[in-house]
């Protein structure tokens, strides 16, 4: 065992010394935490998708009711665009266009979107949605109809 006489004993000024250290460091971080940013929550991922399509009227032809879901847009132009397919050759007509400006940072829109198949016959609606830039962010095909 150690005979406390052999410690070296430590003087009244390396306490105060190592003291005036510590209070240096706490006080050190103490100022770097005041220009560090403050912990905000992230802004959500941009995206949109189509959460929901039905049909809404068929007289006259025809009237789709659409859902979407936009996060990361906020106050932006969102374009949802409808195509009229011909289901017997797979011809394309314009169908139409709705915009969606979302009012928060999340938020879920619905509305009603005409489509005028060119005749008679079977057909698909396709809706694309877009972003702000004009890149396709979902697409939605609704089940066949009949245009009579």
Known sequence: MADDSETPKRSKSFWIGLSA??????????????????????????LGEITDVQIGSRNPCCT?????????????????????????DDSETAGGELTFIPEADSDRARADAPVSPPSTGTYTARFILYDPDGVELDRANTAPFNVG
């Open 64 to 88: 789709f009711s659409v859902q979407v879901v936009l996060n990361g847009y906020k106050g932006q132009d969102c374009l949802l665009r409808a195509v009229v397919i011909n289901s017997v």
């Open 21 to 46: 250290i510590a209070g240096l460091l706490t006080a050190g971080v103490a100022v770097v935490g005041l220009f560090l940013p403050e912990d905000k929550p992230p802004a959500p991922a941009a």
